[in-house]
């Protein structure tokens, strides 16, 4: 399945409720994510501002799954 998601940059643009977050991609396309469960499990926080990658499934290009944080 790791090889069917699409990947991509963005950066998050607001904080909304359930741990979701608005993440506006390079090409200014907005999708609405979800922490992948590893970087929940060691309490990594993702704050507006953060550049950060993101999984989709090319099914539904309107949600994703954060992976990894910048610095």
Same mark, same amino acid.
């Given at each position: 399945?790791? %090889?069917?998601?699409?990947?991509?940059?963005?950066? &998050? #643009?607001?904080?909304?409720?359930?741990?979701?977050? $608005?993440?506006?991609? %390079?090409?200014?396309?907005?999708?609405?994510?979800? &922490? #992948?469960?590893?970087?929940?499990?060691?309490?990594? $926080?993702?704050?507006?501002?953060?550049?950060?990658?993101?999984?989709?499934?090319?099914?539904?290009?309107?949600?994703?799954?954060?992976?990894?944080?910048?610095?």
């Amino acid at each position: 399945m790791s %090889e069917e998601t699409i990947k991509a940059d963005g950066v &998050v #643009k607001e904080l909304l409720s359930n741990g979701l977050y $608005r993440v506006e991609l %390079e090409g200014g396309h907005q999708v609405t994510a979800h &922490v #992948k469960g590893k970087m929940r499990m060691f309490n990594i $926080r993702i704050l507006a501002g953060d550049t950060v990658s993101i999984e989709m499934s090319p099914y539904d290009l309107t949600k994703a799954r954060i992976v990894f944080r910048k610095k």
